[in-house]
């Protein structure tokens, strides 16, 4: 049975190529109901708040190479 692809998506780690079989991105908008007072008990607004991307993927461990995943950590 063949494996379908995402695309051209490559994880590079310590200087290794890790070809990636999904990804899939989500965002938060940071968006927030402002609940006030009022005779309709409705939001009346929002707040607009900072957005953020949570990435998920799931990649292919390379066979030839040993990669620690625990010790791995995104850099700023």
Request: hydrophobic share 40%; charged share 20%; net charge negative.
């Given at each position: ?48 708040g900072i957005a953020t ?11 030839d190479k040993t990669l ?9």
């Amino acid at each position: 049975m063949a494996l379908e692809y995402t695309g051209a998506v490559v994880l590079e780690v310590n200087s290794t190529d890790v070809e990636v079989t999904e990804f899939s991105p989500r965002e938060n908008t940071g968006k927030q109901l402002v609940k006030t007072m009022n005779s309709t008990w409705r939001a009346k607004g929002y707040t607009q708040g900072i957005a953020t991307w949570e990435l998920s993927i799931t990649a292919v461990v390379p066979v030839d190479k040993t990669l620690h995943w625990e010790k791995f950590r995104a850099q700023n």
